[in-house]
């Protein structure tokens, strides 16, 4: 097939995003080699790295961290130089990220492809709502997602299904929990617009994946397997033919004739390169690793816009103490009940919209630690304990960034890894615009707070939420954007990025589903040309 | 995911495997077509029911397939087999048959043009079906929407099984049943049971062993057979190796919902037969197939002392004894894979739903490993098979699925190689079964191998030249008697 060529494709990175590309592509008889930093390690294996581990609390502890493709929790590798101290969760091996995550899998609403033509704020995206529905279907199934139909997602169709929808979610919305459900209905549906988080943490079978039996241990492992992750299109890329190779650290791309780029070359561990040549090349290693990548090798980049643009959702939370009922946080999903009052709407021109949710971890361990740190002890210590566990919930919102290309990620040549190659370094600030919208959001935890007849014990800050987008921006204009629509580099017309960083206006959900979903775009528009 | 399987285990047992229960139809969530009007005062939603417990769709579906469109591929040691199109596609399914063409063809595996079916299509049980069942049956394949295109894959066999006539001969002994008819020695609901078990369930043709021409051996009837790599249990009255122990309530429930708790769960074959065909049948039928099931002679399986649901009781484990210690992450232990520790893999692997006591979950979801029939048993097989292809069924009362560890199925997230599956499979019946199975990588491949083909399979090439050569000397000696006769005779004269 590809006789000149080592490979018709080959994708760098096997998080959900590249394996994804990588699947569709030797699914559609295309040969693909798919490159992998890091090291492949089975779920038994991270389970036993968890359970040694004591920092349950460190949600990348069971994981490797390869001294020659390090990870956000390796000193020193991640650099800060601005306001706001950007430390976001990543994992390297094979399926990526997603092995720890709390698997909301949201699409966005029509109006987030249009945010500066309706509200002048941000970008607007080069294609609308209705040019990626097909694939959002599409990304659903194969992610195996389970989702309210009929619900309003977007807080301002209220009793309508919205946004419009292909086919119905492979599965149903899950039952709330007690927690959701006395939530729901302390807040009420006449001042709150809320819905289902959907999710690939799913409550029936689907697809050789077991139905979710409780652990709440989603953002560390999931100790069964119910939680999608990208090593299961990994899984399915090399099952359909695509060669994985892994512990393969891409350094090197090289540009030849016409502005193709004609080869990759990736690193072992032991530092022997290996150069691969293919007609196309997609880049999925991560949002800020696709742009180090590129800005090492000066590819795609004409535009000045890689690695620039970072969008997070960053976000505040409070710690809400119920009145006089328990909550009893910590059984079943990690995350259900979604309130939409402020995801879109004319203060769009003000200020950032939200997402707020109840998170439903296990609160016991970070309860048991106030207390002794005020001193408690015996059994005054366990009543604590046992109150305030039992009436604890988290409610934690995300809030919507304006692209800025000041807020940025650089190769760092100050710090090498074991192979020679940079950390990074990121300069960050939480805007004006973000600001306002956490203004709103903490009165609208003052209301319900108020409606749960319970009480605020503390407020929390802005945090990231590892939702890393804009730094590989799409655009309409080569001018001020790394890629098009289709995600091709504006500057070589046989590279691809595939990532949440392609993203250019954040809105405020989860956008995992969403880079799946431009992912498979991309794999189809390659498969017509090779 | 089991297709890949079965391609690769190549299924080394022939007629087990042809068996179109045992064959899932893959296609989680295939419909049946919506059922046209049903001007037959009920003939047609009756043959749609009986289709369904004589599981047609099962093998008649290629995965992803349309529904009855045939391309079904049974990969077999003497060579590939493929279903039909039984749709009524006049050109390319059965739109021409008579219902005389159809009868003959279910229940004698011979075509209108005399060609003759293999017995991957279960004709022998076929024989079974009452003539009004038939016309049913017919009535519904009438109306399934036809799909006009021939499967994309042919039938090829190898020598000899490919010579024109091969299964006549075959038939002539083995596939000589006529319709059911009713047992005086039953009554009416056994003689109900009777008459699914051995017609349109097909029962027999896992459930009894083979012989040599790979023929059930109706001298162990129901006596329990490997399919596929699976032990298909022995369902015989037997108190210790069949069903004997069982209460009608837990049959029932096997039946309907694919597991029993403190008995056993169905996977494999018998979870597709569950998922396609027996979750389908209405309560009196599940209740006459047990009531009948009562009635089958018992057969002790040799050996066997205590049933396999009887075996096992919780012990505490001590998770002190299990722990492998730590390691730093950036260090190689934290993601090496080389592990073949049973203990430590199993209470990595298994035990966030089996429990670290084999106990299961609370709700019973997740089976417990102490009283189950799949680890008390006195073959490892289902155990392995368990691990290797995960579990995919749908019963009654909703789905269960267990994932699969083979490097088989899956290459990345839950793998376990060969070793791996076979230290687990020696823990799991160390601690809460018979004692280890003492399995080492070797016999895990064997295993899903299904075992052997009989030897009269393997050798049925040199057996035909053998034969033809056989054939000629007696052709000969018998000339040469006749001319030595002759010539005394001559002589005599």
């Known amino acids: ?530 | 995911m089991r297709l890949t399987r079965l391609k690769r285990a190549g299924f080394a047992a022939l007629v087990p495997a042809i068996v179109p229960v045992i064959v899932s139809v893959f296609a989680l969530g295939l419909a049946l077509p919506v059922l046209a009007q049903d001007a037959g005062g009920g003939l047609v939603s009756r043959g749609e029911y009986l289709a369904r417990a004589g599981d047609c769709a099962a093998c008649h579906t290629a995965r992803d397939g349309k529904p009855m469109a045939g391309g079904y591929v049974f990969s077999m040691p003497m060579g590939k087999i493929v279903s039909s199109n039984i749709t009524p596609s006049k050109r390319f399914g059965i739109g021409n048959w008579t219902e005389e063409q159809f009868a003959r063809a279910v229940r004698k595996g011979v075509r209108p043009d005399g060609s003759h079916l293999y017995p991957a299509m279960p004709y022998p049980s076929y024989a079974r079906i009452t003539d009004a069942d038939m016309k049913a049956l017919y009535a519904y394949f009438r109306q399934v929407k036809p799909v006009d295109a021939a499967p994309s894959v042919k039938t090829s066999l190898k020598f000899p099984f490919n010579l024109p006539g091969m299964m006549m001969g075959w038939d002539l002994i083995f596939a000589n049943s006529g319709p059911f008819k009713d047992d005086p020695k039953l009554d009416a609901q056994q003689n109900r049971g009777k008459y699914l078990v051995q017609g349109l369930a097909h029962c027999s043709t896992c459930h009894t062993p083979r012989n040599a021409f790979m023929a059930t051996d109706n001298g162990k009837y129901l006596a329990g057979a490997n399919v596929d790599g699976w032990e298909a249990p022995n369902l015989t009255s037997d108190k210790v190796s069949g069903l004997g122990g069982w209460s009608d309530a837990e049959i029932e429930s096997y039946l309907k919902n694919g597991h029993a708790k403190g008995k056993a769960q169905a996977g494999g074959p018998m979870a597709d037969a569950i998922t396609h065909s027996l979750h389908y049948l209405s309560d009196q039928d599940i209740a006459a197939i047990t009531a009948y099931l009562r009635t089958v002679p018992p057969i002790r399986t040799e050996g066997q002392s205590k049933p396999s649901w009887a075996v096992g009781k919780a012990q505490p484990v001590d998770w002190t004894k299990i722990e492998p210690g730590m390691v730093a992450a950036d260090k190689p232990g934290y993601r090496a894979t080389d592990n073949t520790d049973g203990a430590q893999l199993y209470n990595t692997a298994c035990a966030a739903c089996h429990g670290i006591n084999g106990q299961g979950s609370d709700d019973g979801h997740y089976p417990t490993l102490t009283n189950n029939s799949a680890v008390g048993a006195p073959k490892p097989n289902n155990v392995v098979m368990a691990i290797v292809d995960g579990i995919h069924r749908k019963g009654a009362d909703g789905m269960a699925v267990m994932p699969a560890f083979s490097a088989s199925n899956q290459v990345i997230h839950d793998t376990l190689s060969d070793a791996q599956i076979a230290s687990v499979a020696n823990y799991v019946t160390a601690t809460f079964g018979n004692g280890s199975a003492k399995l080492t990588a070797a016999d895990i491949p064997q295993i899903e191998a299904g075992g052997a083909a009989p030897w009269l399979i393997r050798n049925a090439a040199t057996l035909f030249w053998v034969g033809v050569a056989v054939a000629v000397i007696v052709i000969l000696l018998i000339i040469a008697a006749v001319v030595m006769s002759r010539r005394r005779k001559s002589a005599a004269v």
């Open chain 1, 1 to 530: 097939m590809a006789q000149d060529f080592d490979a018709d494709v080959i994708v760098v990175g096997s998080g959900a995003v590249g394996s994804n590309a990588a699947y569709e592509l030797a699914r559609q008889g295309k040969s693909v080699i798919l490159l992998e930093a890091g090291p492949s390690v089975p779920r038994w294996k991270i389970l036993m790295n968890f359970r040694n581990s004591g920092r349950h609390y460190d949600h990348n502890d069971p994981y490797p961290n390869n001294p020659w493709a390090p990870t956000s929790y390796q000193p020193g590798y991640l650099q800060n130089t601005g306001s706001f101290e950007m430390m976001p969760g990543m994992l390297k091996l094979v399926g990526g990220t997603t092995w720890h995550w709390g698997g909301a899998t949201w699409r966005y609403i029509p109006n987030d492809f249009k945010l500066n033509s309706l509200y002048g704020k941000g970008r607007d995206w080069p294609i609308g709502y209705d040019d990626l529905e097909p694939y959002y279907t599409r990304a659903e199934y194969q992610l195996g997602i389970s989702g309210g139909d009929g619900e309003d997602q977007s807080g301002t169709h209220k009793g309508q299904a919205y946004p419009r929808r292909s086919k119905p979610y492979p599965i149903n919305a899950e039952k709330f929990t007690y927690n959701a459900q006395k939530m729901h209905d302390a807040l009420g549906t006449q001042d709150y617009a809320m819905c289902t988080e959907p999710t690939v943490r799913i409550h029936k079978p689907w697809d050789g994946r077991p139905a979710c039996e409780g652990n709440n241990n989603c953002d560390q492992v999931c100790p069964i397997g119910t939680l999608y992750n990208g090593s299961i299109h990994a899984d399915k890329a090399v099952r359909a033919g695509a060669r994985l190779i892994t512990e393969a650290v891409v350094t090197r791309i090289e540009v030849g004739d016409g502005k193709k780029v004609r080869s990759v070359s990736y690193m072992t561990p032991e530092g022997k390169e290996t150069k691969l040549t293919a007609k196309v090349f997609v880049l999925a290693a991560h949002s800020f690793e696709t742009a180090k990548l590129m800005m090492m090798n000066e590819v795609g980049n004409s535009s000045d816009m890689v690695g620039r643009n970072l969008m997070d959702h960053i976000g505040i939370g409070m710690d809400l103490m119920a009145g006089e009922d328990a909550m009893w946080s910590g059984r079943g999903p990690v995350q259900q009940l979604t309130i939409m009052n402020w995801r879109d709407g004319d203060f769009r021109k003000e200020h950032s919209a939200n997402k707020t949710a109840l998170a439903n971890g296990n609160p016991q361990i970070s309860l048991a630690e106030a207390a002794i740190n005020e001193g408690l002890m015996g059994k005054e210590l366990d009543a604590r304990i046992m109150r305030d566990s039992a009436r604890y919930q988290f409610v934690y919102s995300f809030l919507e960034m304006l692209p800025s290309p000041a807020n940025r990620i650089q190769p760092n040549p100050a710090w090498k890894d074991s192979l020679g190659n940079p950390g990074i370094k990121i300069h960050f600030d939480v805007d004006d615009y973000v600001k306002a919208g956490a203004v709103v959001a903490r009165e609208m935890y003052q209301d319900m707070a108020k409606r749960m007849g319970g009480t605020i014990a503390k407020i929390h800050g802005f945090e990231n939420h590892d939702h890393l987008m804009g730094t590989l921006i799409m655009g309409a204009d080569a001018k001020d954007s790394v890629v098009n629509h289709e995600g091709r580099s504006w500057d070589h017309d046989n590279l691809f990025v595939a990532s949440v960083g392609v993203i250019p206006a954040a809105g405020v959900v989860n956008p995992t589903l969403t880079a799946v979903a431009l992912a498979i775009r991309s794999a189809d528009v390659i498969a017509k040309e090779v």
